[in-house]
């Protein structure tokens, strides 16, 4: 049966797409090895699936229809540089968002979790720490240059819109992963 690599996310608005390309243009003359991300396809991932099924996606968008009735929309603002594990030997760097906008966001995230684990689908076992990913490490080589480049100027502070939530379907091909749109589920306003 055909398998559906499958995640849950929120898109990011072009504003913010622009200044994070600017960032990235910045990032990748500092050399390094690492694999930026194209703006384009940034987003906040609220639940990531792996491989299903299509029966398993039809019980996926039951679920977050259920998380996302009767939700407003709302707004977030991008915050703090940073990577994951840390500067020091990073893996992953990202945008952050501002603390006091994220209650709502953690709220919608949990109620998706909450009801995906009713029809099968495991609890994420790591903490939801909402960012949005703008490059992967493959290798140590000039990371200090990198970091350096990464560090050297805040990222300016953007708000972004969130009116609906996307059930997203990732192919992964030798350019990297392209994203599409399966589901969309509005926010109230």
Known sequence: MEKIRTFIAIKIPRKLEAAL???LAELRRAGGDVKWVNPASVHITLKFLGEITPDDVARVS???E?????KISFVLSSGAKGAFPNLRRPRV?????????????RELQQDI??????????REARAFKPHLTIGRVRSLRDIDQVVTAFTRNDFP??????????????????????????QAFPLGK
């Open 62 to 64: 039951r679920a977050v």
């Open 21 to 23: 390309d600017g960032l």
């Open 93 to 105: 760097f990202w945008v952050g968002l501002q603390e006091q906008h994220q209650a709502q966001l």
């Open 66 to 70: 259920s998380a996302t009735a009767g």
């Open 113 to 122: 979790e909450k009801r995906l684990e009713a029809v099968g689908f495991p």
């Open 157 to 182: 502070i953007i708000d972004l819109p969130v009116s609906e939530v996307l059930i997203m379907k990732s192919e992964l091909t030798r350019a990297g992963a392209v994203y599409s749109v399966q």
